[in-house]
């Protein structure tokens, strides 16, 4: 990948690794705050002979009342309803494409491209956990898809330390999964065969942890593994049946 999208692609991710994930995050802070950080972040996509990506990026973020960007993802709140919090998005999805350069299995490939989507976002919190659902459509034109997330997450404090744990279910639809993993007529050879994609559910395991050097400087870790629906992993640009990322990172609110 060109350096400049490798950048882009870690702060796409450390957003969430950094405790700046929007919807997981606190809908209810006070208004007005920003952080800045420095992180770094290691991923494998699925694609065969693809390799590690490892980039060191900063980190910014920045919160009011009514709107919160964070990386890759601008947000307008919605007035919220005792636990439950609502809110309109726009999200550029840095991690999702490829170049032919990437690896050899997509040599001779058109290049997907990141799409930008949009949608809505809702939050509740409860005792036991905090529930969150994402919607959203490609509005760039690129895949002209749908997604939908759905993520429980529980926080637990011991001290300086805190711990998240996460389940999360990934729906792509036809589209999606045909765009960024599809074999078109034209793409395919004796080696790469032609292949439609179908809607796809991919399920991802996480944990967050974080240790609060003062009330304003944290680190931060974050671990990951999706397991990627059969849609994905049937077709051959894939050799991989999972997607496991790590991220590390310091981040300094004001």
């Given at each position: 990948?060109?350096?400049?999208?490798?950048?882009?692609?870690?702060?796409?991710?450390?957003?969430?690794?950094?405790?700046?994930?929007?919807?997981?995050?606190?809908?209810?802070?006070?208004?007005?705050?920003?952080?800045?950080?420095?992180?770094?972040?290691?991923?494998?996509?699925?694609?065969?002979?693809?390799?590690?990506?490892?980039?060191?990026i900063p980190v910014l973020s920045y919160e009011t009342r009514w709107v919160r960007f964070a990386g890759p993802v601008l947000d307008l709140k919605l007035p919220t309803s005792g636990q439950l919090a609502l809110g309109?998005?726009?999200?550029?999805?840095?991690?999702?494409?490829?170049?032919?350069?990437?690896?050899?299995?997509?040599?001779?490939?058109?290049?997907?491209?990141?799409?930008?989507?949009?949608?809505?976002?809702?939050?509740?919190?409860?005792?036991?956990?905090?529930?969150?659902?994402?919607?959203?459509?490609?509005?760039?034109?690129?895949?002209d898809g749908r997604r939908l997330r759905l993520m429980a997450e529980r926080s637990f404090r011991q001290g300086a330390f805190q711990l998240v744990p996460r389940l999360a279910l990934h729906w792509h639809d036809r589209k999606s999964v045909d765009y960024y993993y599809?074999?078109?007529?034209?793409?395919?050879?004796?080696?790469?065969?032609?292949?439609?994609?179908?809607?796809a559910i991919n399920t991802e395991l996480g944990l967050r942890t974080s240790y609060a050097i003062t009330a304003s400087q944290g680190l931060y870790l974050d671990l990951s593994a999706t397991h990627l629906g059969s849609a994905i992993q049937d077709s051959p640009l894939v050799d991989r049946s999972a997607e496991r990322a790590v991220r590390l990172g310091y981040l300094y609110r004001f």
């Open positions: 990948m060109l350096p400049l999208r490798s950048a882009l692609l870690a702060a796409a991710a450390l957003a969430g690794a950094l405790g700046l994930n929007p919807v997981a995050r606190a809908q209810f802070t006070e208004p007005s705050t920003w952080g800045v950080g420095l992180g770094v972040s290691v991923k494998r996509q699925a694609y065969t002979g693809i390799g590690n990506s490892t980039t060191v309109l998005r726009v999200r550029y999805a840095f991690e999702d494409g490829y170049e032919q350069g990437d690896a050899p299995v997509l040599a001779g490939m058109a290049e997907r491209k990141a799409g930008l989507w949009l949608g809505a976002t809702a939050l509740w919190r409860s005792d036991i956990a905090d529930l969150s659902a994402e919607w959203l459509a490609d509005a760039s034109g690129q895949s599809g074999v078109r007529a034209g793409e395919a050879t004796l080696g790469r065969a032609r292949y439609e994609g179908r809607s």
